[in-house]
Every structure is written in C-alpha cells, then in structure tokens.
C-alpha cells in the first residue's frame, strides 16, 4: 500500500474512525503515537496505490546515486549502566506492586551527513528484512516537533488486520537473540520455546488480546500455545489469533484503537505499566505506536511501530529504539541485551 498527498488530517484517530463511518473518504493512512493521549498522524490520501506480493524499493535507492548513505552514532539514551539500573528497578516494582510486566526502552541517535532520504532508510530496512517489508509515514499530521519528521521501520509484529469479517492478530512477545552458528540458533530457538519466563511475558499479551477482541468477535480462535518466529536478528515467540467480527461496522483502525497499546510493548495492566514507562523513559513518541491503513470498507492493517526510527525534518538526525519486556524472573544483563540485538535491525541497514 502506497500513497501520495493528503486531503486531510486528523490527530484524534477516534475523529478518524467517525469520518470513515459517515462515508465520502477513500482510505486514512497514518501512525497512532504509543501514548493515547497524544496527537496522532493520521492523512486522508490523495492517491493510492495498491500493489500485490513483497515491496520493492526503487533501483534508485538500491544501485543509483539515492543508494550513498553516511550515518553515525551520536548519543544512547539512557547510558548503558543506567539503563541496567532502571530494569532492575523494575523488577523490584514488579516483585512487590501489582504490576506483573513493563516494557522498558533504550534510544539511540544517529547522525548523518550528507542528510539522508527517509526513503532510502525504508529501502535499506525493507532489503535486509526476513520478510521484505517495511514502513514509511509522515508523522507531520501530529504538528509541533513532529512536523517534517518521518517514521520508518521494519516491524515483524502484526497490531491487527481485517479482511472483511476476519479479524487477525500477530502478537509477538519472548525473544532471544539469533546466533551465526545454524546449530546454536536452532538450540536458542528451541530454549525459548520452553522458557517459562518468555511463556509468562507473552500469555499476558496473549491474554489482552483475548479480552479486547472477544466481545467484538463471535468466534475467536488462539492457540493454547505460541510458535517461534523470526527475523535475521531475533526470535520471536507469536501466536496466530484469528476470528470473526460480529459487527461488520467495525474498522481496521477501529480495532486498532481498541487492542492499543498490547502488554508486547506497554505492560501489564496497562495503566500501571504506562505510569513506570513515563517516569522511566523519554518521551517515545511514535515509537511502540502503531502504522498502517484502513479503507472505506473497514478493510485495513496495523503493525505495531517496532524496529523503528523518526527521520528529522532536515535529515541530519534519526532517533531509533529497542525494548525487552520486564516481569519478575527476568535478569538486568540480559534484557539489555536484547535491547542491543533488536537495534541491530535499525542499525545494520544504516552501516553501523
């Protein structure tokens, strides 16, 4: 899904979703930010432009003279160590709260000189991904700092779809980074598996979805256990949720307001978590957000906003992030580490 221009916008998605219910628009595209309460960058396409199978970047930004890229690392936020001490903070809320799972993120700033196109970070992250895709938005709906600033990313995490009656969800949760020796990375993936604290991080979100999507479908099938998945960097824990809505009028984006923001990239239960993450962290913006669109028909998809950066207006600075989901059994270093990984999808694609 491709488009072009914007006849309108709208920063209250709920506004969005009113609009598409009273008829006369085509299609909104777009990204929700991972705080509800702040503005959205939701647009009203001019044209649109649908195409079947994988993306493919234009020759120009593969092999021509858009392909040059010079990129740096400026700045991590927070400091490694001081990272490590807000997660085991967090496993000490966890340990003695009703909080039962935050997700805590690390940023990481990127320079680059000359300034680079937003579209050629889209065209490196859609070529080195598992899947050949990927996503670019124009976060200027939202206004203020987001004005000019794009967001791109790679995501292997499906928020929801719909497909007429169909409803489909792929949540990912428990992860593990990918080892270069085929033998020891099959073992890691295995070890995940059966892990039972990554089994304890993903039923939370497993269990969200459930009760977000279940009063709106009349049937809803999730599998008792999760699958592995993964991308050239990690593996992945999912679980392929499907079902039938029971209200045709509910849309894509609709969906995608309801199940927002998962235990996957928030926590559990949501408030609680919401509250450690904005004491803890910058502010993400989009970031663990969602993108995507949603037609005239209800029809529409949204990935949630991971394995991402926001361009700058100018193009000189790209703010990128990773999180890892904390519960009570996890272990500081290693949740860094998985930070560290998930950024390698970001990074590598800039030659970093």
């Known amino acids: 899904m491709r488009t072009q221009g914007a006849r309108e916008t709208f920063t209250n998605p709920w506004e969005a979703v009113d609009a598409l219910h009273r008829g006369g628009l ?73 909080l039962q799972k935050v997700v805590l ?41 987001f004005e000019g600033r794009m967001l791109v990313g790679s995501s292997p995490e499906v928020l929801v779809r719909r497909q007429g009656s169909t409803v489909t969800a792929y949540p990912l949760a428990g992860s593990a980074a990918r080892h270069p020796d085929p033998q020891r990375d099959a073992e890691i993936g295995e070890q995940l598996h059966h892990s039972a604290k990554d089994l304890e991080e ?50 894509a984006l609709e969906l995608a307001l309801r199940v927002h923001p998962t235990p996957a990239i928030c926590g559990t239960p949501t408030d609680a978590a919401e509250d450690v993450i904005r004491l803890a962290e910058s502010d993400r913006g989009f970031y663990a957000g969602a993108v995507g669109w949603c037609d005239a028909a209800g029809d529409g998809e949204y990935m949630v906003a991971i394995r991402c950066a926001e361009v700058s207006q100018d193009g000189t600075t790209a703010r990128a992030w990773a999180g890892g989901g904390i519960v009570a059994d996890s272990d500081a270093q290693q949740e860094f580490d998985e930070t560290t990984a998930k950024l390698r999808t970001i990074l590598r694609s800039l030659g970093l």
Not at 208 to 218: D, K
């Open 26 to 98: 085509e299609m909104i595209v777009g990204a929700l930010p991972f705080a509800r309460e702040d503005p959205a960058a939701l647009t009203v396409p001019e044209h649109i432009i649908r195409e079947n199978g994988p993306l493919e970047p234009h020759s120009y930004y593969r092999f021509g003279p858009g392909s040059e890229l010079h990129a740096t690392l400026l700045a991590l936020d927070p400091a490694p160590d001081e990272h490590l001490d807000r997660v085991n903070a967090a496993i000490g809320t966890i340990r003695n709260s009703r």
């Open 105 to 145: 993120a690390r940023a990481v700033e990127i320079g680059f000189n000359p300034p680079v196109d937003p579209c050629l970070v889209a065209a490196r992250l859609i070529d080195n991904s598992h899947n050949k895709d990927g996503f670019i938005a124009d976060l200027s709906p939202a206004g203020g700092e």
């Open 202 to 251: 993903h039923s939370y979100v497993v269990d969200h979805l459930r009760e977000r999507l279940g009063p709106l479908c009349s049937r809803l099938d999730i599998p008792v256990h999760p699958e592995l998945t993964r991308t050239n960097e990690m593996w992945h824990l999912a679980t392929p949720i499907i079902g039938t809505l029971q209200n045709s009028a509910t849309s």
